[in-house]
């Protein structure tokens, strides 16, 4: 298996090369990503607790799903292999905004990341992939906003960055 390789970019989206995922994340270089959130009718959004063999950040909770695109992927594309890899899940996703941000996700590593981000409705229960995913809910917005901020340290830094920015688009 060859080893995983994110886009490094500048601040204008410029490629300026490829580099191997985790020396990108010690180095704290800025890297395309994406993240999904979906959401089911009633407004609950997806949250997936993270494997627990994963190299950082390993069992907590985080949005439906979020990656990389690999080199000459669209954004979009990019989503929707990676829910479907991870949640077993294909729905239309619609582009909400992107945004720069910097956070450290402990083990001495950075993501550096410009995020885009995408929304979906989706209905049906996922079929996780346990390689990558330990455990998934549907979790009301409200409660989310309130256990975000009573339980920090059960959510991912990037999620609560995130759903910040999220919060601010609506």
């Not at 994963?54 to 990676?82: Q, V």
């Not at 239309?92 to 550096?112: M, Q, R």
Request: net charge negative.
């Amino acid at each position: 298996m060859t080893e995983e390789k994110v886009v490094l970019i500048n601040r204008n989206d410029e490629v300026l090369g490829l580099m191997e995922k985790q020396q990108a994340h010690i180095a704290g270089l800025l890297h395309r990503a994406f993240s999904v959130f979906i959401f089911n009718e009633k407004g609950e959004l997806l949250l997936q607790q993270r494997a627990l063999e994963k190299y950082h950040t390993p069992g907590l909770w985080t949005n439906t799903c979020c990656s990389h695109p690999r080199e000459g992927e669209s954004y979009l594309d990019a989503a929707n292999r990676r829910l479907m890899e991870e949640m077993g899940i294909a729905c239309n996703l619609e582009y909400l905004f992107e945004f720069i941000y910097k956070a450290d996700v402990g083990e001495g590593l950075t993501e550096h990341e410009l995020d885009t981000v995408f929304r979906g409705v989706y209905n049906d229960e996922p079929v996780i992939n346990p390689s990558e995913v330990a455990n998934y809910k549907w979790m009301d917005f409200e409660e989310l906003k309130k256990d975000i901020v009573e339980n920090p340290e059960r959510y991912t830094p990037w999620f609560k960055i995130i759903f910040n920015q999220y919060l601010e688009h609506l």
